[in-house]
């Protein structure tokens, strides 16, 4: 005679219903736990796609986590994404602070110098596009 | 079975002249010991001597068998005086086939020793030290676990049984404390079959008035105690007081013994030093759990198989081999010698055996298989039985430690030392198991870098490490099913090393070999919590991937297929052991008999799927209805039982196209049958039906001795017309006529199994029955191969006469042959 919880676990139909809501369980975990990596890879495969509350909620987090300060990259994706959002100031405060990191990044600096202009921050993207050509013309 | 004993089945007889036939029987006609391809060695003058089996022959020439009760027959001389088969290939390519074998084992090691260099080297993960390190602990007991295993099997021993010697005394002793009647019986009666004289005694530790009277009924002796003071041991250890013979011989209350069991065995004590002769347990109920079988391939695995076939040769070689708690001979004189059976332990085999070891004895392993008992039955059993020999053998460290040890060579203190070290196999198996799984759940490495390189050097070393696994496993190695009893055990062998170490007291328990229980959660929640574990992680790596979260594809990757393959495993072992395996209260024998069936419509000839003393159950085309009575008359051999039945359940048997129309199955139910042909059904079922089913599933050769046969007989292939397995009954008619099953069929020939070993070259004629009439043919009989251990025969014959056409062109619509089901 097979136990009830033996042929319960061998029912097909438990198995099945059993087994999606076990997904269901272990993806919502998944989504709890790894929230914010989930969001930084989001952020590094495409800025303009994070959500807004989202954004805003890593920006707030920056001061709290020091290794998202050692992140550059994500960084400078944080800066497009609250750019694309409408937030200049924020936007102006993340790459401000990477380049005092790295003030002889001209990569960093001219991709900055970008954002802001697509922004539609034109002064500050100037002065970083100045200094750009500025040392472009030192050398 | 000797052709005495032939002769005088074969006139029908009661369970008395059963007995005394067997009684009477000197030595089964195949002397021969077929061993495949192992080392053919023998102890000669007192030392080690390769000698092949025809030169073994001829040194004991002279040395003819002597039972006391031994008939002179002309033609049992005869069969006698045949020469032995010669040995399967020349004695240069089995030197060279075995220092080919040892040059592998050598070279995996090696392998295995680079890579885990490698490993050391190059690959622990400073970041996640303590679990990479904790692998890396699982590789190193793999590896070490490995070169006991490849010492113990390092050169395979095939002794040859010498002649037993006349008149020794024998007691055949049989422990028992809730198992039942019926059981016994059955062991009893095989006992007092045998073709040596011996006493049997029932030790009856469960002070059973019943059990007292069946041992008066059997004629044989009842010894009880007052009460159970070290279990079997000491059950053991009271019959020795009691009794007188030179030799004991210990059945475990559900082994049934072959009647040449003591003529196999006794002959090796003929050197003085021999203090026991070990056999191999086997189990012959093939529906437990404990079974992964296919018949189509013909391939039957059991966990105990690789070691009592393989393992336990190898070990006696090392003069190893070790008395294995049942089916085995032991010298009176060696046990008093160190105070009887080891008590104070629940396995007292080991230790006793490690005993006589220490105190000079030397031990012998015959093998082949000359007892068959249960298997447990349900999942719990198993474990129990498992718990106890893991706590008995881990416990030999503290009690009799092979180690230090006084007395024991350096070869024996090593295998003793696998025996112990194997059942710590759970620790690491649980590690292999859970590793893959924790990796994709927390992002921890066990192996960093694990990239190209590395994959690189781990290929290498994983073909290396199987395949040399697999050729010097010579077929017993599989690595698959190893991984499916490692997920079965994993958690009790953790358990058993837990309350070893910790010195929990244990209580040796009585394995149940009964009907199954049943399985309860309890007993598999290790493996459904591995299981979940393992499907929360494969689901982990996959959304880790889907989000990107990780880069790691490779590593991910590789994680994930290892979790999958251990869920696979766990899910595998919980599908298999909570399936309902075992409904009947007894087993049923697999095998196709000739039955008469006669009911209202009439009489017909049919074959039995499987068989046993309470019922059979019958293919046919003919329409039975449930409840109807039937009488059926079961030619059993030369042997015919007449009973009534009534059908109990109906099935139709799987389906084939070219059927005219559906083959039906039928269960029935036996009814008011003696004691006496109870009897003679049983005995038949395990001397005859079961050797004939595990004939079907015994080892076969390498595909490099196949083709080798091949080219030896490639002329008789080409002669070969295609052959159909079918199941149908035929009668034989020549020295002796008798009903048999026709195995399989062709236009030019026909194979049928036989109790009677007929000459080749011999006439017979065969009547074939189909439900489209009989075909009666001429046949010459023109191979006859003996079954172990020598109560059946496959025989081959042609027509001497080509099959007529209008018989050809039934055999697409004849009864096929279905798993294993063979005559």
Not at chain 2, 5 to 14: H, P, R, Y
């Amino acid at each position: 005679m097979m136990a009830p919880a033996i042929a319960l676990l061998r029912n097909r139909w438990v198995l099945l219903i059993g087994g999606l809501v076990y997904m269901g369980l272990i993806w919502s975990i998944f989504l709890v736990v790894n929230h914010q990596e989930i969001v930084r890879a989001e952020l590094l495969r495409s800025p303009t796609s994070v959500h807004k509350q989202d954004v805003m909620e890593m920006y707030e987090s920056l001061g709290r986590q020091e290794s998202w300060v050692e992140d550059d990259v994500m960084l400078m994706r944080l800066t497009e994404a609250l750019v694309y959002q409408g937030r200049g100031a924020e936007a102006r405060k993340i790459s401000q602070g990477l380049l005092l990191k790295n003030p002889k990044d001209h990569s960093l600096r001219f991709q900055v110098a970008l954002a802001l202009h697509n922004a539609g921050l034109y002064e500050e993207a100037e002065s970083h596009f100045s200094i750009l050509l500025g040392e472009r013309g030192d050398k | 079975m000797t052709i005495q004993a032939q002769k005088l089945f074969c006139q029908g007889l009661t369970l008395d002249g059963l007995w005394q036939h067997w009684h009477s029987s000197v030595s089964p006609i195949d002397t021969t010991y077929v061993a495949g391809d192992l080392v053919w060695t023998e102890y000669v003058g007192g030392r080690k001597k390769k000698v092949s089996p025809v030169e073994y022959m001829s040194m004991n020439k002279s040395a003819v068998i002597d039972s006391p009760v031994a008939v002179q027959d002309p033609e049992l001389e005869e069969a006698r005086s045949r020469p032995a088969a010669p040995p399967p290939c020349s004695s240069f390519l089995v030197k060279l086939d075995l220092t080919t074998r040892q040059f592998v084992m050598v070279g995996v090691l090696a392998m295995y020793l680079f890579y885990l260099g490698y490993r050391v080297l190059y690959t622990l993960n400073p970041e996640a030290l303590g679990f990479s390190l904790l692998f890396l602990y699982a590789e190193m007991h793999a590896c070490l676990a490995l070169g006991l295993y490849f010492f113990q099997i390092w050169n395979p021993v095939a002794r040859v049984p010498p002649p037993a010697p006349r008149n020794l005394t024998v007691d055949i002793l049989i422990p028992t404390y809730d198992e039942d009647l019926a059981l016994l019986r059955k062991t009893a009666i095989s006992c007092l079959s045998m073709a040596y004289p011996a006493k049997v005694f029932f030790l009856d530790d469960g002070n059973r008035v019943e059990l007292s009277h069946l041992a008066q009924e059997l004629g044989c002796s009842y010894l009880a105690r007052e009460n159970q003071i070290h279990a079997k041991a000491g059950n053991l250890n009271h019959a020795l007081s009691l009794t007188d013979g030179e030799f004991v011989v210990v059945f475990d209350a559900d082994y049934v013994p072959h009647p040449t069991f003591l003529e196999r065995t006794l002959g090796y004590f003929q050197d003085p030093k021999v203090a026991f002769v070990q056999t191999p347990h086997n189990y012959y109920n093939v529906d437990s759990f404990q079974f992964w079988i296919n018949s189509k391939k013909r391939d039957k695995w059991n966990e105990q198989d690789a070691f009592y076939r393989f393992i336990m040769p190898g070990r006696d070689y090392w003069n190893a081999a070790f008395f294995a708690g049942t089916s085995a001979v032991i010298r009176r004189e060696a046990l008093e010698e160190i105070g009887g059976f080891a008590t104070g332990t629940i396995t007292e085999d080991v230790e006793t055996s490690v005993r006589l070891y220490a105190n000079g004895w030397k031990g012998a392993y015959h093998n082949e298989v000359l007892s068959n008992g249960l298997a447990t039955t349900d999942l719990a059993s198993y474990h129990l039985q498992k718990l106890r020999w893991a706590e008995g053998n881990i416990n030999l460290l503290f009690s009799e430690n092979p180690l230090t040890k006084k007395g024991l060579t350096i070869p024996q203190r090593i295998c003793f030392f696998a025996t112990v070290f194997g059942w710590f196999v759970g620790i690491p198996e649980t590690i292999y198991f859970v590793t893959p799984a924790i990796m994709l759940l927390t992002g921890w490495y066990p192996i960093d870098p694990f990239d190209w390189q590395f994959l690189m050097v781990y290929l290498v070393y994983l073909v290396v490490l199987v395949g040399g696994f697999k050729y010097v496993s010579r077929g017993y190695g599989r690595i698959g099913f190893n991984n499916l009893y490692n997920m079965t055990n994993f958690f009790v062998l953790i358990k058993a090393v837990a309350k070893s170490f910790l010195r929990f007291k244990s209580k040796f328990l009585v394995t149940p070999k009964g009907p199954s229980e049943g399985v309860q959660l309890t007993t598999i929640l290790p493996q459904v919590g591995l299981a979940l574990l393992c499907f929360a992680g494969m689901w982990w790596g996959v959304l880790n991937l889907y989000y990107r979260i990780t880069q790691d594809y490779l590593v991910y990757s590789i994680g994930i297929f290892w979790t999958g393959t251990n869920a696979s495993l766990a899910v595998a072992v919980i599908w298999k052991t909570t399936r309902t395996w075992y409904d009947r209260q007894t087993f049923r024998f697999i095998g196709a008999i000739p039955i008469e069936m006669a009911n209202a419509t009439g009489s017909h000839l049919v074959v039995s799927k499987d068989l046993n003393e309470s019922g059979v159950s019958l293919e046919t085309f003919e329409v039975l209805h449930l409840g109807e009575p039937l009488a059926l008359t079961l030619h059993l051999g030369p042997n015919v039982v007449r009973v009534k039945g009534a059908v109990v359940y109906e099935s139709v048997a799987e389906g084939e196209a070219t059927l005219p129309r559906p083959l039906l199955v039928y269960g029935i139910r036996f009814e008011q049958l003696t004691q006496i042909d109870k009897d003679i059904i049983q005995q038949f079922c395990f001397h005859l039906v079961l050797p004939r089913y595990l004939h079907h599933y015994a080892q076969r050769d390498s595909w490099g001795q196949t083709l080798a046969n091949w080219y030896a007989n490639r002329q008789r292939f080409q002669k070969r017309a295609r052959r159909r397995l079918v199941t149908l009954p035929c009668q034989i008619t020549g020295p002796f006529s008798f009903y048999t099953v026709v195995n399989d069929l062709s236009p030019t020939g026909v194979a049928f199994t036989s109790h009677y070993p007929f000459e080749v070259g011999q006439r017979l004629s065969i009547e074939i029955f189909t439900h489209h009439g009989g075909i009666k043919m001429e046949i010459d009989i023109r191979t006859c191969t003996s079954i172990p251990p020598g109560y059946a025969n496959l025989i081959g014959a042609e027509f001497i006469e080509v099959l007529e056409d209008s018989a050809l062109s039934l055999i697409p619509y004849m009864q096929p042959q279905k798993n294993g089901a063979l005559a």
